[in-house]
């Protein structure tokens, strides 16, 4: 019988054959915390009584980065020392966003088995990998041991066909099919996307795709491996490693094969407060918003600032509107210095703030007061996430937003594109 891929590398983390539903203790390849949930990880390591960590691991400080109070300051404290302590890497401040740094750095292949203590970890299958996101305490187990215990989930198989229409981008596709599926709609999935489309997108947008897997349940998310998968790894990991793109077998059983045709698919915008209320960009035109948010591990990539620049060169942001914007890792920051994406941004009168989480998750830099409404490129708008539960959040591609940002109202990208 032939294989998905989830199927195929858990087989190999297992050192055996396995299917959709078996259950088994999987070798961990790499496994990372960051400062939201790095506190627990740490408890639980002491209460272990664990003096080395099994598996290569890291620690990012993302969600609050610089720190916004003194509690915070205590835990970014720790876990300095922690990772002294361990002599494992840590991205400080200022280095962006957990899940562009990792697989910046060059540590993410094809058909690793990768644990992240955040729901967004799904977001390396980007590049083939098995990636997850667990609870801190199971993240300490793999830890304290090297492996954790995992049920191999089915896998749905996604097609993706047609010409991309003007005006519509990776976040409108991924939107788009959560949508349709809806939030609950591949929980404990795993789900393969091929199809035209997905071969056209660039990495940034496979990334923006698999990222947002978990919106609607997913487990893991496996975008093609192909040229442009390897040449973008090239660039990131050192030449002693070996790439070895992981496919499905021809016989590989599906729960479920959808196909979808986006050659007529508009903008998308998802409403508040579920992220898969969905509908086109026109279904919600002139809706009057505060603030527009451009970053994320979603969206804060370098073709996501190039999309918004486009938009904003030349304009000014409307009056009574904070558009805020943070880069996804520093490298993109100095990549967008450079092509002179940020100076557009503070001429057009947006604020640019240290590459992290911070607004996406509601903990600083642009916490929304009572009845604003925020157009974002995050991941989720769910009553509270960015801050104020009585704040309303949509989400959409950058093109809408900075499209947005400049009428003070959700607005339609093809209008300036």
């Known amino acids: 019988m032939g294989k998905t891929i989830a199927e195929k590398i858990l087989g190999n983390h297992a050192s055996k054959e396995l299917k959709a539903g078996d259950f088994a203790v999987c070798k961990v ?46 835990i970014h404290k720790r876990m300095r020392e922690f990772s002294q ?89 991924i939107l788009y099919i959560i949508g349709n599926i809806g939030s609950h709609g591949a929980t404990y999935k795993a789900v393969e996307f091929y199809g035209e489309v997905m071969d056209k997108l660039d990495m940034d947008g496979r990334f923006t795709i698999s990222n947002m897997v978990v919106e609607m349940g997913a487990k893991a998310g496996f975008m093609p491996q192909d040229k442009k998968t390897v040449a973008w790894l ?9 790439i070895k793109p992981v ?3 021809k016989g590989a059983r599906y729960t479920k094969v959808l196909e979808y045709d986006i050659s007529k698919l508009k903008p998308q915008v998802s409403s508040p407060h579920s992220v898969d209320n969905v509908v086109p960009v026109d279904k919600l035109k002139g809706v009057k918003i505060n603030e527009a948010f451009l970053g994320t591990c979603t969206n804060g990539r370098l073709q996501d600032l190039k999309i918004a620049a486009t ?28 092509l002179g994406i940020i100076d557009i941004f ?39 996430r960015m801050g104020n539960p009585n704040a309303f959040i949509y989400l959409a591609s950058p093109a809408t937003v900075a499209a947005s940002a400049l009428g003070a109202k959700i607005t339609d990208p093809r209008e300036y594109l």
């Not at 200022?94 to 540590?107: A, K, T």
């Not at 830890?143 to 215990?149: F, H, I, R, V």
């Not at 090239?234 to 070996?242: A, E, G, I, R, T």
């Not at 001429?347 to 903990?363: I, Q, R």
């Open 247 to 249: 496919a499905a077998d």
């Open 346 to 384: 503070i001429k057009s009168g947006a604020v640019v703030v240290s590459p992290g989480c911070g607004p996406c998750v509601g903990t600083h830099n642009g916490i929304p007061a009572d009845g604003e409404v925020v157009i974002s490129t995050a991941n989720r708008n769910f009553k509270g």
């Open 311 to 338: 938009i904003l060169k030349t304009k000014k942001i409307a009056p009574g509107v904070k558009f805020i914007i943070s880069p996804a890792s520093r490298t993109i920051f100095l990549e967008a210095l450079k």
């Open 85 to 173: 302590n361990y002599a494992t890497q840590l991205y400080d401040i200022g280095c962006g966003v957990c899940h562009q740094v990792i697989p910046e750095s060059g540590r993410i292949l094809p058909g690793d088995l990768i644990l992240g203590a955040d729901s967004h970890t799904c977001t390396y299958g980007a590049v083939g990998a098995f990636s997850t996101g667990v609870g801190s305490t199971d993240l300490a187990i793999t830890l304290a041991t090297g492996k954790n215990w995992f049920k191999v989930p089915q896998t749905m198989k996604i097609l993706v066909k047609g010409k991309i229409p003007k005006g519509v981008f990776a976040k409108d596709i």
């Open 234 to 242: 090239k660039q990131k990991v050192s030449k002693n490693k070996s």
């Open 29 to 74: 390849d790499f496994a990372f915390g960051q400062d939201g949930a790095s506190s627990i990880i740490m408890d639980r390591l002491e209460e272990l009584g664990v003096k080395r960590i099994k598996t290569k691991f890291c620690m990012v400080i993302d969600h609050n980065a610089p720190s916004p109070n003194e509690g915070v300051s205590r």
